[in-house]
C-alpha cells in the first residue's frame, strides 16, 4: 500500500467518549500534520511533527492530544469533545517541515461526528 | 503574519470554457504558493507549486499558475475546463524557513455540460 491512509474513514461519538484516529504513511517522510477541515472555513493546521517531535501546536483545545510513535505513524486522541469538532480531521505528510520540500500528501480524512 | 486570499467560494464556468481562480496572498518573506486539488470524498492533492525561478508554473491536468510579485497574487487558470475538472480548489502559502503551510478557505469548482 502506498501513499497516506488514515482510518476510521467515519466515526460518529457521544461527548463523553474517547477514541483515536490514526495515520500511516508509506511515502518515507520526515514530517506530518494533523489538519481540521470544517464546511465554509480555511483549513486549520492543528499539529506538526518533524522526525516524531512536536514542532507546532496552533493552540488546540487539550481534548485533542496527538502521538506520533515513529515517523510513519500518527495519532489524535479525542476526549470529551464538543459538537463543533465535527468536521473532517486530514492527515499530511511531506518529506520535510516547511521550505521547497513541503509538498503535502493527504489522507482522504476521517469524517468526525460529534453528538 | 501570512495570509491566503482566495476570491469567490464558488465559480461555475462551462465545459470547454477558460477556468480562473483567483489567489492573492501576503508574506513578509519570500513565498513558497501551492495549489491543491479536493475531490469528493478524497484529500488534497499537488496540481502546482512556485518556488523560485520562472513565474509561470504549469501542473498536472493542464493547470498552471503565474506568480505575480508585484500583484501578490498567484491565480490558477486552464484554457478548457473538462467535467472531471469539478472540484475543490485551495491556494496555499508557506515561507522559507517555518513549518506551516497557510491554506486559503478554497473555491468550488463547478463544471456544465
Known amino acids: 500500500e502506498t501513499g497516506v491512509t488514515q482510518t476510521p474513514r467515519h466515526l460518529v461519538m457521544g461527548m463523553t467518549n474517547k477514541k483515536s484516529l490514526k495515520c500511516e504513511q508509506h511515502l518515507g517522510h520526515n514530517a506530518m500534520y494533523w489538519y481540521k477541515q470544517s464546511a465554509k472555513k480555511p483549513l486549520e493546521l492543528m499539529f506538526v511533527?518533524?522526525?516524531?517531535?512536536?514542532?507546532e501546536n496552533n493552540s488546540v483545545p487539550s481534548r485533542f492530544s496527538p502521538e506520533c510513535p515513529n515517523s510513519s505513524h500518527l495519532f489524535l486522541h479525542l476526549h470529551t469533545l464538543q459538537p463543533e469538532d465535527s468536521a473532517l480531521y486530514l492527515c499530511a505528510s511531506s518529506r520535510e517541515a516547511g521550505g521547497p520540500s513541503n509538498i503535502q500528501y493527504f489522507g482522504a480524512g476521517t469524517r468526525l461526528s460529534v453528538l | 503574519a501570512q495570509s491566503v486570499t482566495q476570491l469567490g467560494s464558488h465559480v461555475s464556468v462551462s465545459e470547454g470554457a477558460l477556468v480562473l481562480l483567483r489567489c492573492n496572498y501576503s508574506s513578509s518573506v519570500p513565498p513558497y504558493l501551492f495549489w491543491y486539488v479536493q475531490y469528493p470524498n478524497q484529500g488534497l492533492q499537488l496540481l502546482l507549486k512556485?518556488?523560485?525561478?520562472?513565474?509561470l508554473v504549469k501542473g498536472i491536468n493542464g493547470f498552471e499558475a503565474e506568480f505575480k510579485k508585484s500583484e501578490t497574487s498567484f491565480h490558477l487558470t486552464k484554457p478548457s475546463a473538462h467535467m472531471s475538472d469539478a472540484a475543490e480548489y485551495f491556494c496555499a502559502v508557506s515561507d522559507t524557513g517555518g513549518f506551516k503551510t497557510i491554506f486559503g478557505a478554497g473555491t468550488r469548482l463547478f463544471v456544465k455540460a
Open positions: 511533527y518533524s522526525l516524531e517531535e512536536r514542532v
Open positions: 512556485y518556488t523560485t525561478g520562472a513565474t
